[in-house]
């Protein structure tokens, strides 16, 4: 009996080693003989990488790649067969045939996908994916004998030591292209090349592999970045070099922390993007992108699309509907649209008037001396889908009309081509006349003015040049002063305005008089970053809601910032001094928040790169000598992608106005600048700051929680407005405000507005609905017997500012877009 036992367990152990030899190869390595089906992946040696069948998304297609092993959010990198799915993994095999590596549908033993070496006659030929991501065929008896490798065969990622460039002997370029869609690998619209005519050092992005739509400009070895790239310079992470002799071309970059895990890929989106993984948040943040916004890409909406810059999405033009729902919701909507009803062509087709930002690419310029002979032109061609007319004479589009952006601003109007059914009456064209248009009046008014600005740059031009000295122009504005005409100018440091984390503020004048503020940073270590950072993206930004950089020094240790002065200081000494002969009156305060909005929109949207500010108080608003406010400060400002996903690790910003999510640790976004100018904006309505003494009692009043509630109960809003205003404010207004400082700081960042949201609601052009109490200030008040006061014990060590910043009401699930509709 025993010697029957054993035989048995002897059997089983000879039949579970038989099934796992035949089922399991080298963890690393695909041999003659060997096949992947099914299930069955191989993992590179330090199980950075995964190459097996995959399905993406919600897609019933297989596909071989290879994706990061050691990402939770599976992230393909490279696939085989992205043009030629596999229905069932379970009957296909990867494995090794007459020296290539094969796809082969099992049921038919049909090639599906192949390297399609014809020369290769190696019986020892090896598939090893290694653990740069490069999945490589080799000769087995040879590790150096490289045979094929998907390094040098990229889809639509660019990873850590790969090459994208050009060969020269066959002229053959490495191409980025995108994936169709979110759940489809195929060939997408969107390519990067590098200049496939060998004779420039510069990355193309190509629509439909033939129009070029954007390009990275010369690299520049000195400087190490591209010319139209100038934001290369503040990199910290990648090590890109470009080599060039007379076989090929390439880029190369590399990583100075090997513990990053980074990617940079040709997205759907028609942006190139390198995103790096962040652990502690389980997601890729996008650490850069070209174009920078959504809209610039060419194409991206596809045919009668209209592209909507404030929520980077695509819609259709009106009267008309998506080609394609299903690709729209996989984020592809190049497709374009098509028309809810035919066009009769002639008189029984109306014309829909637009106001763009830009119009359309592709028009024609047939002659026509006024809108009406334009509008006769595309009415008797058929073809024709729209007209437009104004300094540039008649304009129209035939067939599909590309890259339209509609624009609540009147910059241009195009004339769209609909079937009358599909015209408003209200807006139809002819049912109201116009005044006659004076082209030659208008024509003259603007050679004048042309001739005018002309001059006055001229002279700006002389008297700067008179004034600099030794300095010299940088960055086509900037002005590089050296570190002695500053000292001259500020009369050796001497009058100091203020200081700051990073350094102090001197006054100072130019030779020509100007007066000038010098910032003088301090910390060596962290200055050099802050100085490079702020030169980079102030030097680059004009808005009257943003304070202006003049230029820079950089001399051995010493950096300082050069800005023009703000007569009147900062917002803070403004607003909360108690001389009542000099109380900013309700008109000005309105005005002061109503810029800052607009300066902050202008950093989150209408930038290369979106600008996070981090740091928005009163003391960095300053103010020209008309009260003109001017965001200040970008010292702690960090330059993101236009998805908001990148993690800011460093926790900035005063306390008093961080939003939770520093606190909380997740990524940081616009919204948190948004928070920030919430409880500033509480505090320009009560001219005072949000927790101060209440009646020289010693407890401290909150005065956000006092406002919600007021707010909430329907009280007398005009008693929230600073008491030295004896009610003297506009009622309408003050309510405006009051809710859009109470809806900008909630503590779930999707229910805050965005600044363009702000800006519209503070002038009156979106309506938002009443904020409910906020939950944190709800459990607060709850927690004083309805009493709005905290004692100073417990804030003493925030300074006199309330430690509880954040609010979101338990009742309210709705985002401030369902609170929001636009005034009729």
Not at 207 to 213: A, L, T, Y
Not at 503 to 528: H, R, W
Not at 538 to 551: A, D, M, S, Y
Request: hydrophobic letters at 35%; proline letters at 4%.
């Amino acid at each position: 009996m025993n010697n029957i036992c054993f035989h048995l367990y002897l059997l089983c152990f000879l039949l579970i080693s038989f099934k796992f030899h035949v089922k399991v190869f080298a963890a690393d390595t695909i041999s003659l003989g060997e096949s992947l089906t099914g299930s069955q992946t191989i993992i590179s040696k330090g199980g950075n990488f995964e190459l097996g069948f995959f399905s993406p998304g919600k897609s019933q297609n297989y596909y071989i790649g290879i994706w990061y092993k050691k990402v939770s959010v599976q992230t393909v990198v490279w696939v085989a067969n992205r043009d030629t799915p596999v229905l069932d993994p379970s009957s296909s095999e990867l494995t090794l045939l007459d020296g290539n590596l094969v796809l082969l549908s099992q049921t038919n033993k049909t090639p599906v996908w192949s390297t399609n070496l014809a020369s290769n006659t190696l019986n020892t030929t090896v598939v090893v994916l290694r653990d740069d991501g490069n999945l490589v065929l080799r000769d087995g008896s040879n590790p150096n004998v490289v045979i094929w490798q998907s390094i040098d065969n990229p889809t639509n990622t660019w990873l850590p030591g790969g090459k994208l460039g050009l060969n020269k002997k066959t002229n053959q370029s490495q191409l980025l292209t995108s994936w169709r869609n979110e759940e489809n690998p195929a060939l997408g619209i969107f390519s990067l090349e590098l200049d496939p005519t060998g004779l420039t050092s510069q990355y193309l992005i190509k629509w439909n592999m033939s129009i070029k739509v954007w390009t990275s400009g010369e690299w520049n070895e000195q400087l190490r970045t591209f010319n139209l790239v100038p934001e290369m310079r503040l990199n910290y992470i990648y090590n890109f070099s470009y080599i060039s002799n007379e076989n090929e071309s390439y880029f190369t970059y590399s990583l100075y922390n090997d513990s990053i895990i980074s990617r940079f890929v040709m997205d759907i989106s028609g942006q190139i993007k390198q995103f790096t993984w962040s652990e502690k948040n389980k997601e890729w943040n996008l650490f850069w992108s070209q174009p920078k916004q959504f809209c610039e890409v060419y194409g991206i909406c596809g045919p009668f699309g209209n592209c909507n810059q404030d929520t980077s999405k695509c819609e259709c033009l009106p009267g008309f509907i998506e080609r394609s729902p299903a690709d729209w919701n996989l984020q592809d909507s190049t497709g374009g649209c098509v028309r809810n009803t035919s066009l009769q062509c002639g008189s029984k087709d109306g014309f829909l008037k637009i106001s763009t930002s830009d119009l359309p690419d592709n028009s024609q310029s047939p002659p026509a001396n006024s809108a009406e002979e334009c509008k006769l032109s595309c009415e008797s061609t058929c073809s024709c889908s729209a007209y437009a007319y104004g300094s540039s004479g008649c304009q129209l589009w035939d067939g599909h009309l590309l890259n339209v952006q509609q624009s609540d601003a009147e910059e241009g109007n195009l004339y769209l081509r609909l079937a009358a059914s599909e015209i408003p009456s209200q807006v139809a064209e002819g049912k109201k006349k116009k005044k006659p248009f004076n082209a030659a009046l208008v024509g003259a008014v603007v050679s004048v003015i042309a001739l005018l600005v002309l001059a006055l740059v001229l002279v700006m031009i002389l008297r700067s040049r008179r004034s600099v000295g030794k300095s010299k122009t940088v960055d086509g504005t900037l002005v590089a002063y050296t570190y002695s005409e500053l000292r001259s100018a500020t009369k050796n440091f001497s009058q100091k305005l203020g200081g700051g984390g990073f350094g102090s503020v001197f006054k100072g004048a130019l030779s020509d008089s100007t007066a000038i503020a010098v910032k003088k940073l301090e910390g060596l270590s962290q200055g050099e970053k802050q100085f490079r950072s702020e030169v980079s993206t102030i030097g680059t930004i004009q808005h009257v809601n943003l304070v202006r950089l003049r230029g820079f020094c950089s001399e051995g240790d010493k950096r300082l910032l050069v800005y023009d002065l703000m007569l009147k200081g900062s917002l803070d000494a403004n607003l909360f001094h108690q001389k009542d002969t000099e109380v900013l009156d309700w008109k000005t305060r309105y005005q002061i928040a109503l810029g800052t909005a607009r300066g902050l929109a202008y950093l989150h949207d209408k930038c290369r790169d979106c600008i996070i500010h981090c740091d928005i108080k009163p003391e960095n608003i300053l103010l020209d000598g008309e009260c003109c406010p001017k965001v200040a400060d970008f010292g702690l400002a960090k330059l993101v992608g236009r998805e908001f996903s990148r993690v800011l690790t460093t926790m900035r910003g005063t306390r008093g106005y961080l939003a939770p999510e520093w606190i909380s640790g997740v990524a940081i976004t616009p919204k948190a600048d948004v928070y920030s100018y919430g409880m500033m904006l509480f505090e320009i309505i009560s001219g005072k700051r949000n927790a101060e003494h209440y009646s020289n009692d010693e407890k401290i009043r909150f005065f956000p929680t006092w406002a919600a509630t007021k707010m909430h109960e329907g009280e007398d809003i005009i008693s929230l407005v600073d008491n030295r205003l004896e009610g003297n404010a506009d009622i309408e207004e003050v309510t405006r405000a009051c809710k859009v400082a109470c809806w900008c700081i909630q503590d779930d960042e999707a229910h805050r507005p965005s600044m363009g949201q702000v800006v519209q609601i503070l002038e009156g052009v979106l309506e938002v609905s009443p904020p409910p109490i906020p939950r944190s200030l709800h459990v607060l008040v709850e927690n004083q017997d309805n009493m709005f006061f905290f004692s100073e014990t417990s804030n003493r060590s925030s300074n006199g500012r309330s430690n509880t910043t954040s609010c979101t009401s338990s009742q309210a699930k709705s985002t401030t877009s369902s609170s929001m509709s636009s005034k009729s």
